[in-house]
């Protein structure tokens, strides 16, 4: 068990707004920041962190908490291990119960892939440093022109030729086969039934994948091993290249960038990621000062992959070698970025470069200068290449405009289509109206192709529907949630009140909280819905003790429906402007009379309580089966109606 002091510790060091940046490009606004929702898919921000809260709250798929909470949902893993990853993000030590072999194995499978994948990691970092080691792995890596530096930062290590090293060595510090199975670093000759039907693996039978191989291990956005790649150092045409891990619990390829872990904050301030096709790449340019530079790692581009880098910036520059049969293989993942409304250019660099070597050929300034020299928008460049091409071939030449054609007409935007219309028909020596008419074919089909598809309303793309339950008329539960929020908001602020006492209405100051809860008391009023009614009986507890009402309290609630709650009540939607500083218009808030806001509140509660309880003596007095009972009920009736007339004068009273 972690103490609660480090904890508490933890939650107070740790800053959403900073976690949160790990992984989101946040923009200030306002007293809050602003980004693309790392939970679902969006091209308008409606992502809010408040770093004075410590809370974040996606207005688009409702998805909201702390920063541990933030940490569990896009690293899905539990309360404790995400704890953990704040305490080593900053530099707190966790002083808990070392871990037995049962608890390891109780431990839920992804964890155990990432233990088992951190080891592994630091098992070939090792052996690149053994007398093999460094005859064979580290004089390729230092050949590629890769610095001790840039070695350590990207955890590059050496898998022993010796078919069973990482085995015995994994199987010797403790780690359950099934596991080195599982996250890919071991393969087994068994039959695949035998291991699916949960048989326990035979170790004589197994054998290292990546034997023999300069190790590259693959990260996600935190830094945590995933995954790796394997480049051998045989000559032997008849064995591969590379080989990769497979698909495991921990690694999805189509939605993983090599990289970007490292280059998330250049391509944030950089405004532009550059994307190349391997690891080597990769290193090399980050090396030589381009920071900002991922790799898709053998895969094309894919929806998931640009998503993920759309969260940090619209802007990728594609460096390619190539020609134009290797920009025809790749126009799918060029389609799908522009049908992302992203920005693509590409740099092609010398036939005899790739851009590892031409990164180790050239100085970092001549490098970034190439870069930002060379970069040729992709629906241009892709215009220039083949119209290259069929110069003097009409049918061949028709052909690749209707297909620059079905390349723009993916583009969301209007506007740039419509530029990039102008620019082609120049380009291509064209009429506009041609191109337009062919633009409009495709972008019927478009439709057509959309209007085909299931409809899925958007709120239920984003999470699962769930029934839809009655409307209540008579439900309390706005009003409820709106004199909660009032109570753990401002319950410790004073506000002035006009109460009714024999000499008249008179004013009093008070704190919002007693307030509320003195007025919940005497009309002996209960909150319906539990959480709202949990929450106001600790605000009671807080009021007994004299203590203040602590925000970070209901924000660090263990039951998860109660900081859920808190955030999606502290968090507001909006921020209002500098409007009395920029244009000296004085913008009323409830802070202003938070006295009034408060007996608002409580009036609208009030009012939607004796709505409930007069519809309810009604039906008592209509299915009223003795003399008794009828009596009864009309006698609270008239007590009722009095109590009706006194509120609706006090309702009236301007305050």
């Known amino acids: 068990m972690i103490p609660r002091e480090t904890i508490d510790r933890i939650f107070t060091t740790a800053r959403v707004e900073e976690v949160v940046g790990d992984f989101v490009n946040l923009k200030k606004r306002g007293a809050n920041y602003m980004g693309l929702c790392p939970f679902h898919n969006e091209k308008t921000p409606s992502f809010t962190v408040s770093p004075a809260k410590g809370i974040y709250k996606c207005f688009g798929c409702g998805r909201g908490g702390n920063v541990v909470n933030f940490v569990m949902e896009h690293e899905q893993t539990d309360y404790v291990n995400a704890l953990k990853y704040l305490a080593r993000k900053y530099k707190i030590e966790i002083v808990e119960e070392e871990r037995t072999s049962e608890q390891q194995e109780q431990d839920n499978e992804r964890e155990s892939l990432m233990i088992v994948s951190s080891f592994a990691q630091r098992f070939f970092s090792e052996q690149l440093q053994t007398e093999t080691g460094k005859a064979i792995g580290l004089s390729y890596l230092e050949e590629r022109g890769f610095s001790p530096q840039t070695i350590e930062k990207f955890q590059l290590g050496y898998s022993p030729e010796n078919s069973k090293a990482f085995l015995n060595a994994a199987l010797q510090a403790g780690f359950k086969l099934k596991y080195l199975i599982s996250a890919g670093l071991v393969r087994s000759s068994e039959d695949e039934t035998v291991l699916a039907q949960g048989g326990e693996p035979n170790p004589d ?62 391509i944030t301030a950089e405004d532009i990621c550059y994307l190349v096709e391997g690891y080597a790449d990769v290193i090399s340019m980050y090396q030589s000062g381009v920071e900002n530079v991922v790799a898709s790692s053998g895969t094309s581009l894919t929806v998931d992959q640009l998503r993920l880098l759309r969260r940090y910036t619209p802007n990728i520059t594609i460096l390619y070698d190539g020609d134009a049969a290797g920009v025809k293989a790749s126009e799918r993942g060029f389609n799908l970025a522009l049908k992302e409304g992203m920005n693509v250019k590409i740099v092609t660099l010398p036939a005899e470069d790739d851009p590892d070597t031409f990164a180790r050929k050239h100085t970092s300034e001549e490098l970034k200068d190439y870069l930002q020299t060379k970069a040729v928008d992709f629906i241009v460049y892709k215009t220039r290449t083949l119209t290259q091409e069929a110069e003097h071939d009409p049918i061949k030449k028709a052909a690749l405009i209707k297909e620059i054609v079905s390349t723009i007409a993916v583009i969301p935007e209007r506007i740039t289509r419509s530029l990039y219309v102008k620019e082609c028909s120049r380009i291509m020596q064209l009429e506009e109206d041609v191109l337009w008419s062919e633009m409009r074919v495709n972008r019927q089909k478009l439709v057509d192709d959309n209007n085909n598809k299931p409809f899925v309303p958007e709120v239920d793309r984003i999470k699962p529907a769930v029934p839809k339950a009655n409307y209540d008329a008579f439900s309390s539960e706005p009003q409820e949630r709106a004199v909660i929020r009032m109570l753990i908001k401002f319950g410790n602020e004073e506000g002035i009140f006009i109460i009714d006492t024999e000499e008249g209405p008179t004013k009093i100051t008070m704190k919002i909280a007693d307030f509320i ?45 109660i900081s859920q709650m808190s955030m999606e009540l502290l968090m507001e939607s909006y921020t209002l ?56 009920a009309l006698e609270g009736k008239q007590r009722l109606d009095s109590a009706k007339v006194t509120f609706k004068k006090r309702m009236g009273r301007v305050f």
């Open 517 to 561: 809860i003195q007025s919940m008391k005497e009309d002996e009023f209960v909150f319906e819905n539990e959480i709202y009614r949990r929450m106001y009986e600790d605000c009671c507890a807080f009021a007994d003790k004299e203590f203040p009402i602590n925000e970070d309290y209901f924000l660090r609630h263990e039951d998860s429906a």
């Open 577 to 632: 402007s500098n409007w009395k500083g920029a244009k000296n218009v004085d913008v009323k808030t409830e802070r202003n009379d938070i006295g009034r806001a408060a007996m608002q509140e409580m009036d609208a509660l009030k009012s939607k309580k004796i709505e409930r309880m007069d519809r309810d003596i009604k039906e008592r007095i209509k299915n009223a089966l003795t003399e008794e009972e009828l009596k009864e």
């Open 205 to 266: 039978k197994c054998y290292d994948r990546f034997a023999g191989r300069v190790m590259f291990p693959v990260h996600n956005i935190s830094g945590r091993v995933i995954a790796f790649g394997g480049r051998t150092m045989r000559k032997d045409k008849n064995v591969a290249k590379y080989v990769n891990s497979p698909e495991t619990l921990l690694y999805h390829k189509s939605n993983v960038l090599y990289g970007l872990n490292l280059a998330r904050r250049a």
